[in-house]
């Protein structure tokens, strides 16, 4: 029980240390920075790829795929989509499509999480998907859908996106923390 509280206050604890999700340039982004004691940046680099490499895809439909490696600079870029869920009524899959930076230093890591849009697929109708950018969504629905019926789910997964984000981001800071312990 008391590791369970425990865990729950370092949950709070980062979540109300995080960035809000903030509109720029018409494109949604979250910048968090992580500090990790006694660490160089490159073992970080090392610990965040392999942290990454790890979760991405693991959320069930969620596919991610490297797009920069940069060791020197300690930059990693990846891109793709992140599972949000299915809607049963109207049989969709919603993904929010991202590109996850990742910069390392010394003792710190910045993650900017950039999401312009979130896809509906339909999957009882073959070959039939709407793309809707995320600023038409939140904080309020101005999106005028083609199909009628993505209206509903676009208005239930939007507002999910940034808590996805942030539970995504938790993953990769606990999973390169156990990396860093994990020197055998």
């Given amino acids: 029980m ?5 865990l729950l206050m370092l949950t709070l604890a980062t979540f109300t240390n995080a960035q809000d999700l903030v509109l720029n340039n018409g494109v949604y982004e ?6 990790y ?5 490159q073992k970080l680099y090392e610990q965040s790829l392999m942290a990454l490499s790890d979760l991405v895809g693991s ?3 969620s596919k991610f795929n490297i797009d920069i490696q940069d060791k020197e ?9 992140l599972y949000l869920g299915f809607r049963k009524t109207n049989m969709q899959d919603v993904n929010a499509d991202i590109t996850i930076k990742v910069r390392c230093k010394d003792g710190r890591v910045q993650y900017t999480y950039t999401i312009p849009t979130i896809t509906v697929v339909v999957t009882c109708a073959v070959g039939v998907t709407e793309t809707i950018p995320l600023s038409e969504l939140i904080p309020e629905y101005r999106y005028k859908a083609r199909l009628n019926y993505v209206k509903k789910t676009a208005q239930m997964f939007g507002p ?4 996805e984000i942030k539970l995504f981001h938790q993953a990769i ?12």
């Fill in 73 to 81: 600079a300690g930059t990693i870029v990846y891109k793709g989509g």
């Fill in 30 to 35: 979250l910048k968090i920075v992580e500090n």
């Fill in 37 to 41: 004691k006694n660490t160089t940046g």
């Fill in 2 to 6: 008391k590791g369970l509280v425990t």
């Fill in 160 to 163: 999910q996106v940034e808590k």
């Fill in 173 to 184: 800071v606990n999973k390169t923390k156990e990396n860093e312990e994990d020197d055998f």
């Fill in 59 to 61: 959320k069930e439909k």
